[in-house]
Nanobody
């Protein structure tokens, strides 16, 4: 049984940083694409950033230069370092895992497993 557990969300001020973590269990080996999505109230989930097993990454234009995704295959954990946070980054952030594919999937349908989500609020 695959389980993804996110942590690290919270309330921060504009310009601050947060690091989200996603601990994965039950995945077979490390041959999975991992990604972060976010969801605004009343909107569909949108792709934030993704990473392949060997570290190739992709990111949405809205977060390029501010957010960095990484993974520790030995720990089955993926991270999202979020710097220079803006109020418009406020959302529920979800970790996702899917079969390895090229290119990195940017749609929710490209991923099979999901975490429960963690709230990130950026407000002064």
């Amino acid at each position: 049984q695959v389980q993804l557990v996110e942590s690290g969300g919270g309330l921060v001020q504009p310009g601050d940083f947060l690091r989200l973590s996603c601990a994965a269990s039950g995945l077979t080996g490390s041959g999975s694409n991992m990604a972060w999505f976010r969801q605004f109230p009343g909107k569909e989930r949108e792709f934030v950033s993704g990473i392949r097993t060997r570290g190739i990454t992709a990111a949405a234009d809205s977060v390029k230069g501010r957010f960095t995704i990484s993974r520790d295959n030995s720990e089955n954990t993926v991270y999202l370092q979020m710097n220079s946070l803006k109020p418009e980054d406020t959302a529920v952030y979800y970790c996702a895992a899917g079969f390895a594919r090229i290119p990195i999937g940017t749609f929710p349908k490209d991923y099979t497993y999901w975490g429960q989500g963690t709230q990130v609020t950026v407000s002064s």
